[in-house]
């Protein structure tokens, strides 16, 4: 056990050490090459992302570069990748992982309604009138005649989430989880579930923090950014219970797309609250659920040549 402890601290050492010393290179020498380029809050196809080429060259190099490494790592440990959870996972707990997501958001609304904060709003003013106060007024104009010919823009809204989530989540799960619910996970896990979960999540939430910062915004935005990074190392915990439990990355994969898809919907549907408020809202109900996950972990962990020899 305890060669088995340091080939895992050591194999996690490495990858942090490579991935992150190559993020960190890339954006000291965007910042070096020419002044950042800020973010869209929010943009309707890949084209407008584009045309922010410094930003989305970053965000793609940083989407792209912890599952290659991964896999040319493996390759190097001669190391299988179902040791690290790519694998189709037992009944049908992936369709119920966007509906988990959908909660997560839902308890976000429900407690800023319950605390005072907002409003309930199911007509998407919120999000008219943030957009105005933001002086993005050509968006706010495109939002308000989006959501005028649309019948329903909130449950369209969650609707387009949850298959968002769970198509692209499934389809792209080696590319979301394979680092960090795959490799480093799986090395570390004999540290015990609750100090792993937390410490991967911490990790895979800093990952984008380089991003942040090639993204110039208002204090307020960057603040909200910060704390929605912050959910995300929460949501970590649940990301991992879904691999123990299920001995598979593809239900927590399409668990953090549903989540990331659905972020707007405490904004859209709640009136007279900031994006802060609803981002810290949303970072209490993934906390409750982090919270249940850590206090009802799953019943055993395995370690991964057992799963390896299941997966045969």
Not at 200 to 223: D, F, R, S
Request: proline content about 6%; hydrophobic content about 55%; aromatic content about 8%.
């Amino acid at each position: 056990m305890g060669s088995r402890k340091q080939v895992g601290f050591h194999r996690a050492l490495i990858f942090c050490v490579i991935a992150f010393t190559l993020a960190w290179a890339a954006t000291l020498g965007m910042r070096l090459i020419g002044a950042p380029l800020p973010a869209p809050n929010r943009y309707r196809s890949i084209l407008d992302a584009m045309s922010f080429r410094p930003w989305f060259a970053l965000c793609a190099f940083a989407a792209l570069l912890p599952p290659a490494l991964a896999i040319i790592l493996a390759g190097r440990w001669e190391t299988r990748i179902t040791e690290w959870g790519l694998r189709t996972p037992r009944g049908l707990i992936v369709l119920l992982a966007p509906m988990v997501a959908l909660a997560i958001q839902l308890t976000a609304i429900a407690l800023t309604v319950g605390s005072g904060i907002g409003r309930f709003d199911a007509t998407g003013t919120a999000q008219i009138e943030r957009l105005t106060e933001q002086k993005e007024y050509t968006d706010a104009w495109e939002t308000e005649y989006e959501l005028q010919s649309t019948m329903n823009p909130a449950l369209r809204r969650m609707v387009v989430g949850v298959i968002a989530g769970l198509v692209i989540g499934a389809a792209a799960s080696p590319i979301i989880e394979i680092a960090w619910r795959g490799l480093l996970y799986t090395e570390l896990r004999w540290i015990g579930f609750a100090r792993c979960s937390l410490l991967v999540g911490v990790l895979a939430a800093a990952w984008w923090v380089p991003c942040l910062i090639m993204a110039p915004m208002a204090g307020a935005q960057t603040l909200t950014a910060g704390v929605r990074l912050a959910a995300l190392a929460l949501l970590g915990v649940p990301l991992a219970w879904l691999r123990e439990a299920t001995r598979s990355i593809i239900p927590g994969a399409v668990l953090v797309t549903s989540w990331v898809a659905l972020l707007e919907l405490p904004p859209m549907m709640v009136l007279d609250a900031s994006d802060l408020q609803t981002a810290l809202t949303t970072f209490t109900a993934t906390g409750l659920l982090a919270g249940v996950a850590l206090m009802r972990p799953p019943a055993a962990i395995r370690e991964p040549d057992e799963e390896a020899q299941e997966g045969e």
